[in-house]
C-alpha cells in the first residue's frame, strides 16, 4: 500500500450531488472524512462565457459545474472544461494546491479519453453503479469509451452481481460492493417519534410505497393495476421523474405522484408506506441494477414486495418477496397488508444492520490504496 493514503479524488459524476440521494453521495460524504473530493458534474448550459461554477456542500467536498453557452459532442465540451478546470486547481482559493496527484473516480466512461492522463493523477478508479449503455438515450459509443476506462482502471467496482460477472471478464482487478445502507437514518422510520409527511398521512390505508427515480426501470402497467387492485387504498410515488413523460404517467384517484423529497424526509415517508414496492420492468435497464432502496426498506422495517431483478432475486428472497407475474405481485402486496411476515422483517432489519454505507466504504477504500501504484493496464 502506498505511504500516501490521502490521496485527492476528482470524482467524474453524470448524477447531481443535489439529485436523489444514492450511491455517490453515500460513498463520498463519508469520503471526505479522509480525501480531498472534488466533484466534478456534467456541464449546465447558461448564455455568456464558458466557467466553472463552484460550491461547498460539506466540508471537504467541492461541488464543480461546468457552466456552457449550448450543448456539444462530448469531447467538445471537455476540451472546454479542462483549461476551466486547470485554471481553478491552480488558482481559485478552494482548490489552489489541494489537488495534485489526485485519484480520478468514474462513474460514466464518457469522459475518460478526455480526462485520463491530462491531471497528473495518481489512479483511475471506475465505480460501475449501472449498465449504462442499456438507458434510454445512451450515448452510441459508451461502449467503447468504456472499453478504454477499463483498459486504464487500478481498479473497477460494480453495484451489482450481474455487473461484476460483466467486467470482471474485461479486468483483472474487479470488486463487487452492492448497496449499503445508512441504518441510523432509515430506523427512524421505526420510532414513534418520527412524523409522517401530512400528505401523506391523509392518504386513505393502506398505503403502497416508491421512493426513487421515475424513469424506464419501472413497469407503469404493473403500477396501474396495483391502483385498480387496490380500489380503497392508495399508491405513493415518490421520486423525480426523469426520460420519461410525465403527461405518460398512469393516472388513478387513488395513484400519487409526490414527486422528489429529500433525503431526510425519507425515513417519515417509508414510515408511512404499508408495504414497500420495487415494481421495476423486467428490461435491459433493469438486468444489472442492485437497487438501494431494498436495504432502506428493510432498515424500516417493512415488507417488500419486487419484480424479478436478477440481484434482488439473487442476495434478497426471502426477505424480499420476489412475484413472476402482475397476478403474483398483486397476490403477495395483499399478503403483506393482510399478514406482515414478521420473521422476513426482522431478518431484513439485521440484513440491513450487516450492511452499513460505513463499512462498505472502508473497504473500497482500502482496495483503491491498494491499487494504487501497480502497473497500469495500459500506457495512457
Known amino acids: 500500500m502506498p505511504t500516501n493514503t490521502h490521496y485527492p479524488l476528482i470524482v467524474h459524476s453524470h448524477l447531481r450531488w443535489d439529485f436523489v440521494w444514492q450511491r455517490p453521495q453515500q460513498i463520498f460524504s463519508r469520503l471526505a472524512a479522509d480525501h480531498r473530493i472534488l466533484f466534478l458534474e456534467e456541464p449546465q448550459y447558461e448564455p455568456g462565457e464558458p466557467s466553472l461554477r463552484l460550491s461547498e456542500p460539506q466540508p471537504g467536498l467541492l461541488r464543480a459545474i461546468p457552466i456552457l453557452p449550448e450543448r456539444l459532442g462530448v469531447d467538445d465540451e471537455a476540451a472546454i472544461t479542462l483549461p476551466l478546470l486547470r485554471v481553478a486547481l491552480a488558482k481559485h482559493p478552494l482548490l489552489e494546491g489541494a489537488f495534485d496527484s489526485p485519484v480520478q473516480w468514474f462513474y ?145 384517484p387513488n395513484l400519487h405522484w409526490l414527486g422528489q423529497r429529500s433525503y431526510a424526509e425519507l425515513p417519515g415517508l417509508v414510515k408511512g408506506f404499508d408495504v414497500c414496492l420495487m415494481p421495476f420492468a423486467m428490461n435491459e435497464a433493469t438486468r444489472y441494477i442492485n437497487p438501494t432502496k431494498t436495504l432502506e426498506y428493510m432498515a424500516a422495517g417493512k415488507p417488500i414486495v419486487s419484480t424479478p431483478v436478477p440481484d434482488v432475486a439473487r442476495h434478497f428472497v426471502p426477505i424480499v418477496e420476489v412475484a413472476a407475474s402482475p397476478d403474483e405481485f398483486v397476490s403477495a402486496v395483499g399478503s403483506a397488508i393482510d399478514t406482515p411476515r414478521a420473521r422476513a422483517i426482522e431478518d431484513g432489519i439485521e440484513l440491513a444492520g450487516s450492511s452499513s454505507w460505513d463499512a462498505i466504504v472502508g473497504k473500497m477504500r482500502k482496495h483503491m490504496l491498494e491499487a494504487i501504484g501497480q502497473p497500469a493496464r495500459i500506457a495512457a
Open 108 to 252: 460514466s466512461p464518457m469522459l475518460a479519453p478526455s480526462f485520463i492522463g491530462q491531471l497528473g493523477e495518481a489512479g483511475i478508479v471506475y465505480d460501475c453503479m449501472d449498465e449504462l449503455a442499456n438507458f434510454r438515450f445512451a450515448p452510441r459509443d459508451i461502449a467503447q469509451r468504456e472499453q478504454f476506462l477499463l483498459q486504464h482502471a487500478d481498479v473497477v467496482f460494480t453495484g451489482g452481481w450481474q455487473l461484476y460477472e460483466s467486467k470482471s471478464r474485461h479486468h483483472r482487478n474487479v470488486h463487487f460492493f452492492g448497496c449499503g445502507v445508512d441504518v441510523a437514518h432509515f430506523g427512524r422510520a421505526r420510532l414513534d417519534d418520527t412524523p409522517v409527511p401530512p400528505e401523506l398521512a391523509a392518504l386513505p390505508r393502506p398505503v403502497l410505497g416508491y421512493f426513487g427515480v421515475i424513469d424506464e426501470r419501472l413497469d407503469y402497467e404493473l403500477i396501474a393495476r396495483l391502483a385498480q387492485a387496490f380500489p380503497h387504498g392508495s399508491i405513493a410515488m415518490v421520486g423525480p421523474v426523469v426520460k420519461v413523460d410525465p403527461a405518460q404517467l398512469p393516472q388513478a
